[in-house]
């Protein structure tokens, strides 16, 4: 009977990653399309075009719909710290609490409180404030996910503690903890992949009215936008910050590096493996096509430095998900290489005034909006099964984290019941966005007043 | 530092069920008091455009506990694992059923989403009521500070309890006459036409209810938890509690008999922050009381955060305190007045 469905650790982890992988579809893409609103409300207000306010008016109304289930999907998220990792909160609750009251406090709230006025208030704010509007949106989705970072990069790379009195953690430094390196890379990384969903969904849609033959200017606004903004992010994401975070990872969790590469034999001039299953119980990657001495380059800055291997690590701490951990790490990088190439190409063919009439490039940004999504997860399991088997790392392990006194029986009835809620509220976020990519952009701006809006009698 | 950390958490909570608190009281009188499918979305529209900002100081509270009571965020959090996710899952209903309810306008899809928010927040208002029953009457923490409830054992309140039994039960029927009176006297003032007169009634009978429930659950007190009031008569807070408690009733049924709307308004949320603040100033400093042996009660200073913690945090949550009051008043100025049947063409009708 000693097998992993009785471990209760192991629930725990699946019911956390799998509300968080889920709540995190939504916020990527409104961090990332928080600019892009900000940027129309300031062209309209610069050259009073209407079509940017056309543009404005439609993509709020998908912001809304993703910023509510990324509200009702986020706060079980905080709950989770207390409910299934008591014992983690119990240690580290004097630390991390900090930024996660801090997130509710300054960001949470300056965000929700100006979103209902971004989707309602154009008439009552007027063009001034309905752009200030979109600005205090943006900040606050961004403060979020800063204090969100923040709190994650405590737990890969610790700064700034303390042991207080009774063994617990206490903050020693709070700018040591707020401007922690690791918070500023995973930050730049995090964010600049956000970009890229939003420019991916906004060129997809672009490329879905162009293909129909609907909407033409805001076909065409959409698409020019998707596809800079997308390739810039891409870039971005890639280089500096990608290879920043990697660094990063090889300096302070080489076990993590070695894992991630599938590399279990250290030496000099270490390679990068493009495609290859690793074999644990032999030890070895299985059909390797490798690039030699790309890793070390990559995670040192020369082809001859030495990267460690995982052998040169007792077992007990590597990552317990090898497997997975390899293949999100490899996967997210080949699709983050493939952005670059389908958004530079898609830029170069816009810049020749031939993107909307190639209907075959006009199909591949149609269709290629799900894959940042799929990046993105990846690059969070990747940052989370790299942790492992620590929950801080160097100071806390995964397995002192959960909460002892819930049955495994209590854990697996909210994860079903996680599962079954999750999925009907995937299917109507999915109808009515449907419903509104269906009737378009292009529609009269609300008329009248609105309930929001309602006049004082 | 731990007594005024002990306040402040309290205060946030207080402000939560308060502000929320019209948003369960709104959806549970949701069927009584609008008729037509009109009036249904009228009812919706007073609360739609607030209830995630409201929702909010649910986040910011909890942020705050686990800042500055990690140890209590713990032992609490798992031990009503099953009551918190319950909640959880009925403020996901809640919310989905306000904003997905709107968007077609047809009758099926909306006496649907009518139904689950009618539902979510009946069961919203039963859990919150119960779960003030349960620090009321303590839980069954061990001596190493953990405990696992179960929804129900014997009823009985003493020993092996469970999240529900005489006492917390009768705390949460007298939660849900409280809040559907607060959300009756909100209605009162956000809306006109039928549903108002239908409210401004609704309030009277619900606030003249709660009077015997309140009595009924004050001698209940006394014999579930004895001790109390015990040192607290001390406590300052108690009796700045108390005189909130007074003066906000005299305001109620000032504004109820002269139909004052605002002024009945502003009462009805000063009674039930009054009567919160009492309670939560009663009870300290055990945050969670043990059912099974006192001296394994947790206080707030054995909950607590290290010092240099609490420090810190004193430096910066008065500033985004301060920065959510100014939110505060530009929604609160924002989305004043009133909302009526027929002029509405945004999508909460």
Known sequence: MNSIFNDPGFWHRLQFGFTLVYHYLFPQLTMGLAWFLVYWKWRALRTGDEKYNQAVRFWAKIFGLNFAVGVVTGIPMEFQFGTNWSDFSRFAGGVIGQTLAMEGMFAFFLESAFVGALIWGEKRLGPRGHFAAALAVALGGWFSGYFILVTNAFMQHPVGYQIDAGGSLGIASMSAYLLNPWAFVQFAHNQMAAVVTGSFVVAAMGAFYALRGLHPVQARLYLRAGTLVGLIASLLVAFPTGDQQAKMVGNHQPITLAAMEGKFVGGSEASVALIGQPNVAAQRLDNPIEVPGALSFLAYGHFGSFVHGLNDFPKDAWPDNLELLYYSFHIMITLGTLFIVLMGFATLQNWRGRLESSTLLLWILMLAFPFPYIANTLGWMTAELGRQPWLIYGLFHTRDGYSKAVSNGDTIFTLIGFTGLYFVIGLLFLGLTGREIAKGPEQEPAAGIGAREAATV | ?349
């Open chain 2, 1 to 349: 530092m731990i007594a005024i950390w002990y306040a402040v958490v309290s205060f946030m909570l207080i402000i939560y069920v308060v502000l929320d608190g019209r948003n369960f009281g709104t959806g549970m009188l949701h069927w009584f008091v609008a008729k037509t499918p009109e009036e249904r979305r009228q009812v919706i529209a007073a609360i739609g455009p607030l209830w995630s900002w409201h929702e909010v100081w649910l986040v910011g509270f909890g942020g705050t506990l686990v800042a500055i009571f990690p140890r209590l965020m713990a032992s609490a959090f798992a031990g009503y694992y099953l009551a918190l996710f319950l909640i959880l899952w009925c403020l996901i209903l809640r919310g989905i059923s306000i904003e997905v309810g709107g968007h077609i306008n047809d009758r099926l899809w909306q006496t649907y989403w009518d139904f689950i928010f009618v539902f979510s927040n009946f069961l919203l208002a039963i859990l919150f009521g119960a779960a003030a029953g349960n620090v009321a009457r303590g839980v069954p923490l061990d001596d190493r500070g953990n405990f696992s409830m179960a929804f129900f054992t014997d009823f009985n309140v003493r020993g092996n309890v469970g999240l529900l039994d005489w006492y917390t039960v009768s705390i949460a029927i007298l939660a849900v006459v409280i809040l559907a009176a607060h959300g009756a006297t909100y209605l009162t003032l956000k809306t006109e036409g039928a549903v108002h007169d239908r409210c401004e009634k609704c309030a009277k009978y619900l606030w003249i209810a709660a009077i015997p429930l309140l009595l009924i659950v004050l001698i209940e007190s006394r014999i579930v938890r004895p001790d109390l009031p015990g040192r607290s008569l001390s406590n300052p807070f108690l009796w700045l509690g108390l005189a909130v408690i007074v003066v906000s009733i005299i305001t109620l049924v000032s504004g109820l008999i002269t139909r004052h709307e605002l002024r009945a308004f502003l009462g009805s949320n000063f009674v039930i922050g009054g009567l919160l603040a009492t309670g939560a100033a009663g009870i300290f400093p055990v945050m969670l009381h043990s059912t099974l042996a006192p001296e394994n009660s947790m206080t707030a200073y054995a909950a607590a955060a290290g010092p240099r913690s609490l420090h810190l945090a004193a430096i910066w949550w008065p500033m985004a305190f301060a920065l959510a009051v100014f939110y505060f008043v530009f929604i609160s100025r924002r989305y004043a007045g009133k909302v009526s049947v027929q002029r509405d063409t945004q999508g909460f009708y």
